[in-house]
C-alpha cells in the first residue's frame, strides 16, 4: 500500500504550481462556483458550449495542490468534448490520471470538488432543455 | 511545592501519547488549540461513574442518585474555585463554548436588542463568537461591527472608543485568546472602557481558560464561556458563567425537565438558578470527569502550564523563523501570545503541508480554523496551525521541524 505522501509525486506538484485551463471566460455559456466549507477549496469552472461542444473551459479559485491538479486534469478531459460526453465523465476518469485512485477519504473532497461544480454547471445548463438533467444533479451531490 | 514536575513525568499520564500511528511513528500531537488529549484520571473518573455511581440526578432519592448529584454539583464548586468565581449560582453547564454563546444570544440578546442597537466583536474570532450575533442583529435589525487587527495581530482598540462613542453599543463580545494568531487579548481596558459606557462584555475563554490564570472576580465581565474539553476534560461539557442579576434577568434558554419550579397547563415557573438553564438531563458523566481535569491542571499549576508552553512556543518560533520560505503570523512578544503557532510554507498549500507531515506521525491543523473573517482579513485561504499543551517537548518541534524539510524537498522548494 502506497502511503499518503507518495500522493505527492512530480505531476502533482506541477500542476499544483501550474494548472492547466486556469483563468477566466468572458461570458460564459455555463459559470458555476462551489468550495469545500470545512478546508477552504473554492473553484469556478466557465465553459463555452457551441453547437453542443464544450470549446472551451478555464478555471479559477483557490485550492491545495490534489484539487489543483484534479480540476485541471478535469478541464483537459471536458475540453472539445460535446456535452453528452462531459456529462458521463466519472471520479475515477480524473483520480485514474493522477493516480489517485486510493486517496484518503479526507482528502477525496479535495480531488473531486472540481467534478462536482462541473456537474451542477451542466445541470444548470440542462435543466430547462432535458428530462434526465436531474440525474446530474444526484450525481453530483452523491460524489462526496 | 510544584518544583518536581517534568513533561516526561506529564506525559506518563496520558494513554494516548504512548501509541504509535501511520504504522510505527510515534504520535506528535500539535492541535491542542481544536481539543487536547486526556489523562488517565479523567478517563479513570468517567469509567468509575458508569460503573459505580450511574444515576440521573437531582431529582430520585435513592443512593445512586445521591452520589451522582453529589459529584456533578462537586464540579461546579471546583470550577468556582479555580476562576475565583464568588456564587457558584452562576456557573451554567452547557455543551461547550459554542452553546454558552448562544445562550446569550439568545436569552438575553432577545431581550436586550433592537432595532439600531450594535454588537461589537472582532476580526479574529472564532465563527461561535461572530455567527450567533449575527443572527441576532439580522433579527433585530441591529448592527454587527468589527474591531480590526494591526500588523501584529492585535486589535485595535482605538475602534472601540469610536464605536461606544455611538452611544449605541449593548454588548462587546470578544475572545481572550486568538485561536488562531495565539494573541491574548487585553480584555481588562476593553472591560473598563465597556463599563464606563454602560456596555455589556462577553469574554469567549475557549483558548485562555486551558492555558492561563483566569481570575473571573477582578475580571469583571458579564458573561464567559469556556469549553472542558480544550483543557484535558471530556467533549461536551462547557461552561457560562454570568452576572447572577443578568441570569435571573433573562428568559430560559431551553424548556424541559429540571428548569422548571411548577409547570402547570398554561404556566410555568423557573426553577433557580443555574437550574433554569440546565434543561434536560445534563451530560452528568462527563461534567464528573471535568472535574477530574481541573484537579490534574491545579495539581501542575496554571503558572507551570503557562510558562512550559511560552518555553516551547519561543523555541518552535526560533525554529520555524529559521527556515526558509516560512512565514509566521501574530505577535512575536510572548507575553502577549499563546501557545498558539499559524504559519504557511512558500506556496504548498496547508491541507497538503499537514497531510505531508501526518506521515511522520504530526497532527496539526489546517485550513481557515473557524475563523474566515481573519483569513479574509490576511488575504489568504488557510494557515497551518500548531497548537501546544503541558505534554508537549521541544523534541516534538524538532520532529516538525524535520518532517517539514521533507515537505519542501517534495516540492521542490
Known amino acids: ?144 | 511545592m510544584q518544583t518536581t514536575i517534568s513533561v516526561e513525568q506529564i506525559r506518563k499520564d496520558f494513554p494516548i501519547l504512548q501509541r504509535k500511528v501511520r504504522k510505527d511513528k510515534n504520535l506528535v500531537y500539535l492541535d491542542n488549540a481544536a481539543t487536547t488529549q486526556k489523562p488517565i484520571q479523567v478517563i479513570n473518573a468517567i469509567t468509575d461513574f458508569y460503573t459505580n455511581h450511574n444515576s440521573n440526578i437531582h431529582r430520585a432519592v435513592h443512593a445512586l442518585a445521591e452520589e451522582a448529584t453529589e459529584a456533578y454539583e462537586m464540579t461546579r464548586d471546583k470550577i468556582a474555585k479555580f476562576l475565583n468565581i464568588k456564587d457558584r449560582q452562576e456557573i451554567v453547564f452547557v455543551r461547550g463554548t459554542t452553546e454558552a454563546i448562544n445562550l446569550v444570544a439568545y436569552a438575553w440578546g432577545r431581550q436586550n436588542i433592537r432595532e439600531g442597537d450594535i454588537i461589537v466583536t472582532t476580526e479574529y474570532e472564532h465563527h461561535s463568537n461572530i455567527v450567533p450575533w449575527q443572527l441576532l442583529t439580522q433579527e433585530k435589525k441591529g448592527k454587527l461591527e468589527y474591531i480590526a487587527i494591526d500588523d501584529n495581530g492585535e486589535l485595535i482598540l482605538d475602534q472601540l472608543d469610536q464605536y461606544l462613542a455611538t452611544g449605541k453599543v449593548k454588548l462587546v463580545a470578544v475572545s481572550q485568546m486568538s485561536n488562531v494568531l495565539g494573541t491574548i487579548t487585553d480584555v481588562a481596558t476593553i472591560i473598563s472602557k465597556c463599563k464606563k459606557a454602560g456596555v455589556r462584555v462577553l469574554i469567549d475563554g475557549a483558548q485562555s481558560v486551558p492555558h492561563m490564570k483566569v481570575d473571573m472576580e477582578a475580571l469583571g465581565c458579564d458573561f464567559f464561556a469556556f469549553s472542558g474539553h480544550k483543557m484535558l476534560g471530556p467533549t461536551g461539557v462547557g461552561v457560562l458563567w454570568a452576572k447572577k442579576e443578568l441570569l435571573e434577568q433573562m428568559a430560559p434558554f431551553h424548556g424541559g425537565g429540571d428548569m422548571i419550579r411548577e409547570v402547570h397547563k398554561y404556566e410555568t415557573t423557573w426553577n433557580d438558578l443555574p437550574y433554569k438553564f440546565e434543561a434536560g438531563t445534563p451530560n452528568i458523566a462527563d461534567v464528573i470527569g471535568f472535574a477530574a481535569a481541573i484537579d490534574y491542571l491545579n495539581n501542575i499549576g496554571m503558572d507551570y502550564v503557562r510558562a512550559h508552553e511560552i518555553e516551547i512556543t519561543k523555541y518552535a518560533l526560533d525554529k520555524l523563523s529559521q527556515i526558509n520560505g516560512i512565514k509566521l503570523y501574530g505577535t512575536s512578544d510572548m507575553s502577549k501570545r499563546g501557545g498558539v503557532i499559524s504559519f504557511n510554507f512558500a506556496d504548498i498549500h496547508p491541507h497538503d503541508l499537514a497531510t505531508i507531515i501526518d506521515e511522520d506521525g504530526i497532527a496539526i491543523r489546517s485550513g481557515h480554523h473557524c475563523a474566515q473573517v481573519l483569513m479574509e482579513k490576511l488575504d489568504i485561504a488557510a494557515t497551518s496551525r500548531a497548537s501546544f499543551y503541558i505534554y508537549n517537548t521541544k523534541d516534538e518541534v524538532d520532529v516538525l521541524i524535520n518532517s517539514l524539510s521533507r515537505a519542501a524537498r517534495l516540492f521542490k522548494l
Open chain 1, 1 to 144: 500500500m502506497s502511503s499518503n505522501a507518495d500522493i505527492y509525486h512530480e505531476m502533482i506538484v506541477d500542476y499544483s504550481r501550474h494548472p492547466s485551463n486556469f483563468g477566466k471566460i468572458e461570458n460564459p455559456t455555463i459559470h458555476y462556483h462551489d468550495s469545500n466549507p470545512l478546508c477552504g477549496d473554492s473553484i469556478d469552472i466557465y465553459m463555452s458550449v457551441d453547437s453542443d461542444k464544450v470549446s472551451d473551459i478555464k478555471f479559477s479559485g483557490r485550492g491545495c495542490a490534489i484539487c489543483l491538479a484534479c480540476t485541471s486534469v478535469l478541464t483537459e478531459i471536458v475540453k472539445g468534448k460535446t456535452i453528452e460526453d462531459a456529462r458521463k465523465i466519472q471520479k475515477n476518469d480524473v483520480l485514474g490520471e493522477l493516480g489517485l485512485e486510493h486517496l484518503q477519504a479526507v482528502r477525496i473532497k479535495c480531488a473531486l470538488l472540481s467534478l462536482k461544480v462541473l456537474k451542477y454547471g451542466l445541470y444548470s445548463y440542462l435543466a430547462s432543455k432535458d428530462a434526465n438533467a436531474d440525474a446530474l444533479k444526484q450525481e453530483a451531490s452523491s460524489l462526496y
